[in-house]
């Protein structure tokens, strides 16, 4: 059973930055696409960016420009690099797989982002 374990959130300043970080158990890591998904208070969860096995990406509109999504399969790990952050990018981040490669893993507890000043 894969778990993920999200980590890197905070509070920051608008026009700062974060970097999130996901950690996934499991060897098959590295042959699923994996994303960044948030969800706002009272708003539905929804896909940031997405990365695929071979490194293809692929990003919401309203990050487009602002935030990178990069992996690391020796390490498990994808990141999320967010740039120019605003406040309505205040959510809770999680990180699971992307469904092109299959059905969501368990949700983990995700990492919360604020931005305000």
């Known amino acids: 059973q894969v778990q993920l374990v999200e980590s890197g959130g905070g509070l920051v300043q608008p026009g700062g930055s974060l970097r999130l970080s996901c950690v996934a158990s499991g060897s098959i890591f590295r042959y699923n696409a994996m994303s960044w998904y948030r969800q706002a208070p009272g708003s539905q969860r929804e896909l940031v960016a997405g990365i695929t096995s071979s490194r293809s990406t692929k990003y919401a509109d309203s990050v487009k420009g602002r935030f990178t999504i990069s992996r690391d399969n020796s390490k498990n790990t994808v990141y999320l690099q967010m740039n120019g952050l605003k406040p309505e990018d205040t959510a809770v981040y999680y990180c699971?797989?992307?469904?092109?490669?299959?059905?969501?893993?368990?949700w983990g507890q995700g990492t919360q982002v604020t931005v305000s000043s």
């Open positions: 699971n797989r992307d469904p092109i490669s299959g059905a969501f893993y368990g």
